[in-house]
């Protein structure tokens, strides 16, 4: 299993903890926050971005391309009201280098989008999400209820 925790600082501004120790930084847009860490929906693009881009870099560095340079842009369209769930998402990946095979670049592309990006695939198969909480008392009681 894998787990995150995040905890909150001040305003609207929390920090994540992976179970790697990595850890980052998040606050609200300057509407409720301070604009001075990344919001959860940038997140959420990134790890697309970076998951569909790892798959792809290791499938292109297999077929032995020359790559001099590699970016994915990710876009997303949000709904109007709440919970402004992203409606359209769209990733381009800009891949440079030498000598690059076109059906390599576009097959690596597509395992990595259809087979290999757990982020995507998640996105895509809509998880169960379970919730529950914790009221812990100043006195030390304990009080919790998960559904």
């Given amino acids: 299993m894998v787990e995150a925790r995040v905890r909150y600082l001040d305003g609207v501004q929390f920090v994540g903890e992976a179970s790697s ?3 980052v930084f998040m606050d609200g847009d300057s509407g409720e926050g301070k604009n001075a860490g990344l919001m959860p929906t940038d997140l959420l693009l990134i790890g697309l971005g970076s998951c569909s881009g790892m798959a792809a870099l290791s499938i292109l560095r297999k077929k032995k391309q020359d790559l001099t340079g590699f970016e994915i842009v990710v876009k997303g369209e949000k709904e109007d009201e709440w919970p402004k769930k992203f409606t359209t998402i769209t990733i381009e990946f800009i891949v440079k280098g030498n ?11 597509e395992l ?5 990006c757990t982020v995507k695939a998640t996105l895509e198969g809509s998880p169960d999400v379970n ?3 914790q009221i812990v008392e100043e ?5 919790r209820e998960y559904e």
């Fill in 112 to 116: 990595s989008m259809e087979k290999y």
């Fill in 131 to 133: 919730f529950g909480y």
């Fill in 139 to 143: 006195s030390n009681t304990l009080i």
């Fill in 99 to 109: 000598n690059l095979s076109e059906t390599a670049v576009k097959r690596a592309i």
């Fill in 21 to 23: 120790g990595h850890v």
